[in-house]
């Protein structure tokens, strides 16, 4: 019985393990949605 319970955990944990790399919102899997990066531009007015 103790081999069957320690089966499933381990199983349990692989699969935990796997959901958690495979599954990501963003392209690099740092965690989070990427939001884009807004930089300013200088423009001259008057030459």
Not at 15 to 43: E, I, K
Request: glycine share 12%; proline share 4%.
């Amino acid at each position: 019985m103790a081999e069957i319970i320690l089966f499933t955990g381990v199983l349990a944990l692989f699969g935990l393990a796997f959901w958690l790399t495979t599954v990501s919102d963003d392209d690099n899997g740092g965690g989070g949605l990427m939001q884009p990066v807004l930089v300013p531009v200088r423009v001259r007015r008057s030459r």
